[in-house]
Structure formats: C-alpha cells, structure tokens
C-alpha cells in the first residue's frame, strides 16, 4: 500500500475562485501534491489538504 504525506492549505475567506485555483495548480505542477480533500467552511474560506505519495528508495545492494 503506498504512503502519502499531508499538507494542509488554509485560503481565507477574500481570495477568488480563480486564484485558489492558480494556488492550487501551482503545488501540484511544481511540488507534485494531489487534492485530498477540499472543506468550504461556513465564513467562506477554504480548508485544502493535498497529498503526495512518498517514493522509498531502495539500497543498492553490488
């Protein structure tokens, strides 16, 4: 089963759509974190967390 990290992300309540997105897109394309969850909380912010899998690298063993 592959092991992930988490991050969470708060945007706050006065950033657009359009930004959270761009916000968003930009950790995936660069930092290569995936959306794992998204929560629009009742005052109009944004609680993200993003998850990447963790690649174990094994010994060389020669």
Do not use: C
Request: charged fraction near 35%; hydrophobic fraction near 35%; glycine fraction near 4%.
């Amino acid at each position: 089963m592959p092991e992930y990290e988490f991050t969470d992300v708060y945007v706050p309540r006065g950033i657009t759509r359009t930004d959270t997105t761009r916000l968003l897109t930009d950790h995936a394309e660069y930092g290569h974190w995936e959306l794992d969850r998204l929560v629009l909380l009742p005052d109009g912010s944004r609680r993200v967390r993003l998850r990447r899998r963790i690649i174990r690298q094994l010994r060389a063993t020669w």
